[in-house]
């Protein structure tokens, strides 16, 4: 565990409290593509295929991707049984989140 993951964790959940992120891959490319999403987070025990796409779909329309956590971490901090993908619509947050994952 380094040295911010509690912290990107923390923040994770209170973004899902205040109803700032999109949950699994289906939600997350729906976002991505109406332009809402501003970081989508993977997990790093994603499948190939998954994270193949996500790559994709954020490459074509400019949204930052990052890889960090397995799906069993990211769930935890999410509240959720199993999570691979997250999506952050909230700018000020994505800027919150990239600095911590970035310091890691």
Same mark, same amino acid.
């Given at each position: 565990?380094?040295?911010?993951?509690?912290?990107?964790?923390?923040?994770l959940g209170i973004?899902?409290?205040s109803g700032q992120i999109a949950l699994g891959s289906r939600e997350t490319l729906t976002k991505v593509r109406e332009g809402h999403c501003v970081l989508v987070i993977v997990a790093e025990d994603a499948?190939?295929?998954?994270k193949k796409m996500l790559t994709d779909k954020c490459t074509h329309y400019? =949204?930052?991707?990052?890889?960090?956590?397995c799906s069993n971490e990211l769930a935890k901090y &999410?509240?959720?049984?199993?999570v691979s993908? =997250?999506?952050i619509n909230n700018k000020g947050m994505?800027?919150?989140l990239l600095s911590? &994952?970035?310091d890691n």
């Amino acid at each position: 565990m380094m040295k911010n993951d509690n912290k990107v964790g923390q923040l994770l959940g209170i973004a899902r409290k205040s109803g700032q992120i999109a949950l699994g891959s289906r939600e997350t490319l729906t976002k991505v593509r109406e332009g809402h999403c501003v970081l989508v987070i993977v997990a790093e025990d994603a499948g190939f295929r998954t994270k193949k796409m996500l790559t994709d779909k954020c490459t074509h329309y400019s =949204v930052t991707f990052k890889i960090w956590g397995c799906s069993n971490e990211l769930a935890k901090y &999410l509240g959720k049984s199993r999570v691979s993908v =997250v999506g952050i619509n909230n700018k000020g947050m994505a800027n919150k989140l990239l600095s911590l &994952l970035n310091d890691n």
